[in-house]
């Protein structure tokens, strides 16, 4: 080889640039290098795990045999740099960015909406780029023009594993689906691109040109000829050895020379869930032993490398083969690539390999498919140990003690096996495989898999099971295992429902979920209902027989009316390509009368979003001397620290620890405060002793953000907790112990009417009934991010990622014992807020700005991911009691409700909460309405403004109660509500301040149109219909209204108009992706132009946004509470009124001089004539209208799996009212994507604390928001326009929260399906309480669905056939 490979140093190119490093530390991964060693900041860091996305990148590798290059996305968060020698790596500003132009991947992008705050776009981009341009080196037919090979199915699958908190998906879909050779161009929703009318071929021809022949160059020519090239392991201490014999001689030198700490690595994806924090002395990189990488199958059966993907093994096993493979190589290769393709997500199949995941599974103890999947086809596999080779069955390796670090794992043989050995050749072998999780495409581990084998035949009195092996792994358990006695006890058996019955009895007793393990009831019965699905089709043999016994079981289970367009996996079902979401409608509705304000203009900045150029606080270069800081938290609630100790093992990667500061540091005349939300501070540091387990003891200050992580992680904190009381972490001990918030309850809401007197009135009453509901963690993709510099005379720049710039810096301020202006606050803007970096962020401000003012150098605190979801916070828990009274015919007469708000340790702005609730709560005419509420002060981490702060769970209390009404009146919950809803009367004196005009109460007409766009009526009669001829999935349908009040807030801004004619405009709120500087930028256009109408659309396009420097604008206050963007609007429209008067006269002047005069020309002339072309205004809400209501509904169909319990949302269609919408593109985007958030609250996220109150579901291991394989399948939404509004600004109404309440409706029609089966239990006569009255906790997981349910649901329902006199 030529040049510098000679030497062995580690060369690969980035984005087309050639890098050449002579020496590196072997433990740096990709993105490591890309962002913090060289400048590649468009791939970020969200979690570090492999579970979200916001890092991937293209890697390329080049095959000089075959001359040909391999592209794949990897998570670039656990690629080591040093296995990629030779490689080329792309980004997303590789593909395209501002100056070179974007991709059309950017641009669609774009165009369809599909970003919001930007941080997860790179990301998404790139895994649809490696998609991409796979399908198009593919030998598919060509596509049409402008098209790609890439099939909608694919390309939805390719994000799958990506997160977005914002979008909500749909329009992400859409982006990626329009490259697609089978999309029905109408089907896509709101761009940028179309206008109404456009046929398909104008649309086509709008869309920004996709070419496939002139796709990227993804692996530069210079980098060719050093492909193939080694490291120099001396310096690297990186091996790649190239054979097996070299392998065995490097293991066995390392132990006879003592070298110290081995690691065999092949992924290293396997550190996104065992967190390193230890250095190793050699890497062994398995990847370039040929015989590593084999994939073989002949009619014996298949062989598969250790090294080889897990995307590898599923396109080798779908790949066709001219090899005759037998009807049981078919049917295992199928079931296994089926089952391989829900491992993990493509960016981590991609480099996970399968001898890693097995050794996963064989050492620590991972909950894997692989090893239950090669358990159940009674795979061997050849391990190398330092005495030499061996093959063993996989069973017999899991039962061996753990694999040492010199033990590799060589390959995996799965033997096929021949039917029709028994009874006159009628035998055969059926294979399934199960897996229950979460999120049905992956990206999740599974609550309990298995793979299941058996060898039957027909007899003549049922199916004989000649031998079976029933494999079950992940469900709490050491490791997969064979479940024996079930095998044993049905071997040789003739099946029928009996002996299924005992066999199931068996599965309880061997499936028995570990001491410690969530959910052990739910996974044993996940055990038996796996096996019922196996089995039940076999106890009907003449059905079975019929209906293809021979063909695979899996399919005879299934019913017929449920195989809809929603099979798991969105794939081909009945000839037909199926995607995820079908097609989804946006009726949008604008107003010209601001224009160019109402336009559906596409985000400002959307593009560089998407390549990544958006500078978010981690992508401003650290200057030189930069620190790096990471928190130390209590995992004990009232303990006292006695010390605190780094480890400072030689081989820790906690390398480069400069110290820690704690209370200690603050600097005297400096207070110790790291929040203040209004109503009260609170400390930046615990002193005496820490409150709650999350609270801040101190921050570990090193050389980089990892060391700093690594020892923050692994710091061993002794805690004295003699005498101390007991925590208090429930609203119950709180009220038992008079332990509450001290602030203000801001109430300022009269009960309405006479409680006793509207119980009096009653025909029926419901008496102190209680709910509860949980919190929920923020889950922006950016994590908590600050950059403090220290500067001149005491002063500090403060780079934030925060949404109360103002109070954060009064923080900083206070902190430091200096006067407000040394500080200056910087945001330009947020990746995701949702109400978390508000209060949230001061603290990790304030704790950097001590620590760099303690230092004097800059300190940046990069909160890792599982460390901000322990110390955030989030959303309030909430207790309530409720008593109410009721007619007959369902009209509500009282309420009363007793509110617990469990706000933590501190005030916060936990005071607001108490209106938010009442506020949501009376969204249904009660009668009388009485209330009494409580802040609960507890030892949990403070809880904070998050999205629809109070009102959700106001709104939610609202439906559950007219739910438990109509359920004890057996009414349709539909009918209960809609008859309570709101006349304008009574509306009026249930919201006081904030009713507003009649005209503009447009609820009931929203119900009302809903009933007909969603054809409600006839879906609930296709439901029961549905319901009555399925048996194990019932479906359930939900209307629900939302009133949501708001209240506007004063907001600065300042308009500047530069010398060119160029406008720039500090507007008050923070841009979080809420589009809020789409926003104003248009306000602005539509405002100046007053001074001639024609100019409005160039105007436009000369204003720029920038960020808040609290310096420079003063009093921002939060951007948070949904007004934010209308209020900046507002007061840059009045700094644009002032402009006006001051640019009028002299425009009228210059027209009557020269006939006419454009923009520019006015501008150089004012600026000659001494005009002040910067105007500020502070625009303060009118008093009388500074509060109004927003209206909103929405209808969800669910269905649900009995056996799983696993949720579909199958449609939602959402009505909402934003005024004159300002851009009713950025309102879509606020609804689609709230409304998932809301999906996200009430269906998937579990938040769990563990008894000493420490949230422990800290990761995206254990934390599932929404993905795009969770959503509503189709997601109709319309923004209506409901006319002119004379006392909203320019009659607009805000989008920004509302939204999340509807989502309520899919967990109600959740509750309707779980009623449908206990209703059917009920006509087994196998339950026996009332099957309407039940609770459905929030968030309904799978466990809750099938728990409500019955866990024994398949055991009732055998027992009802054995019990059945036989005919
Ligand atoms: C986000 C995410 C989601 C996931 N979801 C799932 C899931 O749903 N189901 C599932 O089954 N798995 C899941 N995984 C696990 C994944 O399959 C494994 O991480 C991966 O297969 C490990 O392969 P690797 O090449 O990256 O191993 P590495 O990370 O390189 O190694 C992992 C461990 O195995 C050792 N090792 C590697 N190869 C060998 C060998 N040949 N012989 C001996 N020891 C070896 C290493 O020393 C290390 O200790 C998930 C992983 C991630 C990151
Ligand atoms: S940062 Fe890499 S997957 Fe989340
Ligand atoms: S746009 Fe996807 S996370 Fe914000």
Redesign the pocket.
């Known amino acids: 080889m030529e040049g510098s490979q000679r030497n062995g140093n580690l060369v690969f190119a980035v984005n087309g640039e050639r890098f050449e490093l002579t020496c590196v530390d072997p433990s740096t991964t990709l993105l490591q290098f890309l962002r913090y060693h060289a400048s590649f900041k468009s791939p970020k860091l969200g979690c570090g ?3 979200c996305g916001a890092c991937v990148v293209l890697v390329s590798k080049y095959d000089s045999k075959l001359n040909r290059v391999e592209d794949f996305s990897v998570s670039s968060c ?1 690629t080591l740099l040093c296995s990629l020698n030779g490689c080329a790596i792309t980004s997303s500003d590789g593909l395209g960015n501002t100056r070179d132009g974007y991709h059309p991947i950017h641009q669609r992008f774009a165009g369809f909406h599909a970003s919001q705050c930007g941080f997860c776009t790179p990301g998404m981009c790139m895994s649809f780029f490696s998609a991409l341009i796979n399908a198009d080196k593919g030998n598919k037919p060509d596509p049409p023009p402008g098209f790609s090979k890439l099939t909608s199915s694919e390309a939805e699958k390719a994000i799958a594993g990506n997160l977005c908190r914002c979008t909500g998906y749909r329009p992400i879909a859409d982006a990626c689906k329009s490259f697609a050779s089978d999309v029905d161009i109408e089907d896509l929703g709101l761009n940028t691109f179309w206008q109404n009318g456009d046929s398909k071929e104008t649309k086509v021809s709008k869309l920004p040109p996709y070419d496939p022949s002139k796709n990227l160059v993804t692996y530069p020519e210079f980098l060719k000829n050093e492909s193939g090239t080694h490291l120099d392991s001396t310096r690297y201490s990186w091996f790649s050895p190239v054979s097996i014999e070299e392998l065995e001689s490097l293991l066995k030198h390392s132990v006879s020379e003592n070298v110290g700490s081995v ?11 065992y967190k390193e924090t230890q250095r190793y002395d050699q890497y062994i990189d ?1 990847r370039r032993i040929p015989d590593l990488s084999i994939l073989n199958r002949d009619c014996k059966g298949i062989e598969i490398g ?2 080889v993907t ?1 995307s590898r093994v599923i396109s080798f096993l779908n790949e066709g083969t001219d090899v005759n493979l037998g009807s049981y190589g078919e049917m295992v290769s199928q079931k296994l690539a089926q089952h391989m393709q829900k ?3 493509p960016f ?1 199949r991609n ?3 399968v ?3 097995l ?2 599974a064989q ?1 620590f103890g ?1 909950p ?3 090893s239950t999947l090669f358990l159940g086809v009674d795979a061997t596999v050849s391990l190398l140990t330092i005495h030499g080779q061996e093959k063993l069955k996989w069973e017999e390796l899991l039962a061996r003690p753990a ?1 040492d ?1 010199r ?3 060589l390959s995996v043989w799965i033997p096929f096996k021949k039917d029709g050995n028994f009874l006159l050749n009628f035998s055969k072998f059926l294979f399934e495989t199960y897996r229950a999780a979460p999120r049905p495409l ?5 609550y309990v898999n298995a793979a299941f084998l058996a060898d039957v035949s027909p007899h003549r009195n049922g199916v004989v099971i000649h031998s079976i092996k029933l494999a079950y792994g992940a469900f709490g358990t050491e490791h997969a295992i064979p479940a024996k006695t079930v095998e044993k006890y049905l071997t040789g058996k003739i099946l029928n429902v009996k002996i299924l019955y005992e066999a199931l009895k068996l599965v309880k007793l061997n499936v028995v979920p570990e001491p410690g393990t969530s959910y052990p009831e739910y996974r044993s019965s996940l055990a038996i209902g796996f096996l019922f699905k196996f089995l039940y089709p076999l106890t009907d043999v003449d059905s079975t027989v019929s209906s293809g016994l021979f063909h695979g079981i899996g399919e005879t289970f299934v019913e017929d009316s449920s195989k809809s367009n929603n099979d798991d996996d969105g794939d081909t079902s009945q000839g037909k390509t199926q995607t995820i979401l079908s097609s989804a409608k946006q009726v949008v509705e604008s107003s010209t009368e601001y224009y160019p304000v109402g336009e559906p203009m596409k985000k400002y900045g959307v593009s560089m979003q998407a390549s990544g150029e958006a500078v978010y606080v981690d992508d401003i270069p650290s200057p030189p001397n930069c620190l790096h800081g990471a928190f130390i938290y209590s995992t004990k609630p009232l303990a006292r620290v006695k010390s605190i100790s780094l480890q400072h093992e030689s081989k820790s990667l906690a390398d480069g620890v400069i110290g820690i500061i704690t209370f200690k540091d603050i600097p005297s005349g400096g207070e110790n405060i790291g929040a203040w939300g209004q109503f009260g501070t609170e400390p930046l540091f615990a002193e005496e002793r820490c409150e709650y387990a999350g609270d801040r003891i101190a921050v570990v200050v090193a050389k980089s953000q990892r060391s700093a992580d690594v020892a923050a992680r692994t710091a061993v904190v002794e805690y004295d907790i003699e005498d101390t009381d007991s925590p208090i972490l429930t609203v119950e001990e709180a009220v038992e112990r008079s332990s509450f918030l001290q602030g203000p309850l801001s109430l300022n809401t009269e009960p309405i009417g006479d409680f006793s007197k509207g119980m009096a009135e009653a025909d029926h009453k419901i008496l102190s009934a209680e709910l509860r509901l949980p919190s929920e963690y923020y889950f922006y993709m950016e994590p908590q991010t600050t950059l403090a510099v220290p500067d001149e005379d005491n002063t500090m720049v403060v780079y934030a990622s925060t949404q109360w710039p103002d109070y954060t810096h009064s923080v900083i301020a206070r902190c430091l014992g200096v006067p407000e202006h040394n500080i200056r606050l910087i945001t330009r803007r947020v990746g995701g807020g949702f109400g978390g970096k508000a209060v949230r962020n001061m603290p990790v401000s304030t704790a950097c700005a001590l620590a760099a003012y303690k230092l004097r150098r800059p300190v940046k605190i990069y909160v890792n991911r599982n460390t901000d979801m322990v110390i955030s916070g989030g959303r309030h828990p909430v207790k309530v009691t409720y008593s109410a009274g009721f007619k007959s015919n369902g009209k509500i007469t009282a309420l009363h409700a007793d509110v617990l708000i469990n706000g933590g340790i501190s005030d916060d702005i936990t005071p607001l909460i108490a209106n938010h609730v009442i506020a949501a709560l009376k969204k249904y005419n009660w009668g009388a309405f009485s209330f009494d509420l409580k802040n609960c002060k507890t030892n949990l981490t403070s809880k904070s403004a998050m999205r629809a702060l109070g009102h959700v769970q106001g709104s939610y209390i609202a439906d559950a109660i007219t739910e438990h009404i109509a359920s004890i009146l057996e009414m349709e919950v539909d009918s209960v509500s809609s008859q309570n809803i709101h006349t304008y009367e009574s509306l009026k004196l249930f919201y006081k301040d904030s009713a507003g005009e009649s005209g503009e109460y447009t609820l009931p007409s929203i119900m009302d149109q809903l009933v007909t766009s969603s054809r409600f009526v006839d879906r609930r009669k296709t439901i029961d219909e549905f319901n009555r001829k399925n048996t194990w999935k019932k479906r359930g349908i939900s209307r629900l209204p939302i009133v949501y009040e708001v209240t506007q807030y004063a907001t600065p801004a300042k308009v500047s108009i530069l010398q060119d004619g160029s406008i720039v405009c500090e507007a008050g709120g923070v841009e979080i992706g809420q589009g809020l500087w789409t926003k104003v930028k248009q306000v602005i256009a539509y405002a100046l132009s007053l001074i001639e109408r024609s100019w409005s659309e160039e105007l436009v396009e000369k204003v720029r946004i920038i960020q808040i420097d609290t310096l420079s604008l003063v009093q921002t206050g939060y951007t948070a509470q949904s007004t934010k963007s209308e209020a900046s609007c507002e007061a840059a429209r009045l700094c644009c009124n002032i402009l006006v008067e001051r640019l009028t006269p002299l425009k009228e002047k210059l027209q009557e001089q020269n006939g006419s005069v454009d923009w520019t020309t006015l501008i150089h002339e004012a600026e000659a004539q001494q005009i002040d072309l910067q105007a500020h205004s502070y625009f303060v809400p009118d008093s009388s209208s500074k509060k109004y209501l927003n209206y909103g509904a929405a209808v969800s169909e669910v269905e649900i799996d009995i056996l799983t319990g696993q949720p579909r949302i199958m449609q939602s269609d959402i009505i909402y009212d934003c005024g004159q919408s300002l851009n009713p593109a950025v309102d879509l985007g606020q609804i689609e994507g709230c409304f998932v958030q809301g999906i996200g609250y009430f269906m998937f996220e579990e938040y769990l604390t563990n008894e000493d109150g420490l949230m422990v579901t800290n990761s995206t291991w254990t934390y599932h928001i929404p993905t795009i394989d969770t959503i509503s399948q189709n997601l109709n939404v319309r923004v209506l326009n409901s006319g002119h509004h004379k006392k909203r600004i320019l009659s607009s109404k805000a989008s920004g929260e509302p939204p999340l309440l509807l989502a309520t409706t899919v967990h109600s029609a959740t509750r309707a399906a779980i009623r449908e089966a206990r209703k059917q239990l009920k006509s087994w006569d196998k339950l026996e309480e009332s099957d309407s009255k039940f609770y459905l906790d929030v968030p309904a997981i799978m466990p809750v669905v099938k728990t409500t349910c019955g866990l024994d649901y398949v055991e009732k329902y055998l027992e009802t056939l054995i019990s059945k006199p036989s005919t």
Do not use: C, Q, R, W
């Open positions: 795990e492999g579970g656990l690691k065999i690595v092949v992924g290293n994806t396997g550190t996104g869930y398995l250790a090294t897990i491992i993990a997500n981590v480099t996970a390999s001898g890693g995941n050794a996963m050492k991972f894997s498919d692989m694999l670090s033990s590799v794992l992956g990206s999740a581990l599974a």
